[in-house]
């Protein structure tokens, strides 16, 4: 079985990326298109690197649970303690 091309679990601009953009950019409440423009890219400035390290952890996690499920759909994204990975791992993410 194939997973669809666009499938927002295998994207990993889907997968976060744009959702914790969106949540920073929430915060400051525009009103105008000015001020959203303007939200975006401080919201994109203000992006931790340490988030997209998360992202890319749960890209893979997502792709090893999709080759456990032999290519099905039906499987959950696996949550696990990123910070706390981090903390234990000095610094590193489980590669």
């Not at 920073?24 to 994109?44: C, G, H, I, M």
């Not at 998360?54 to 910070?83: D, N």
Request: glycine fraction near 4%.
């Amino acid at each position: 079985m194939c997973q669809p091309a666009n499938s927002p679990d295998l994207n990993v601009l889907d997968l976060g990326f744009f959702s914790a953009i969106q949540s920073l950019q929430y915060k400051e409440s525009p009103k105008t298109v000015d001020e959203l423009v303007n939200a975006v890219v401080n919201s994109f400035e203000a992006f931790s690197i340490v988030m997209s390290n998360y992202i890319f952890l749960t890209l893979q996690m997502c792709l090893t649970e999709i080759m456990r499920a032999k290519g099905s759909r039906k499987y959950k994204i696996p949550h696990v303690k990123k910070a706390m990975l981090e903390m234990e791992s000095e610094g590193q993410l489980p590669s």
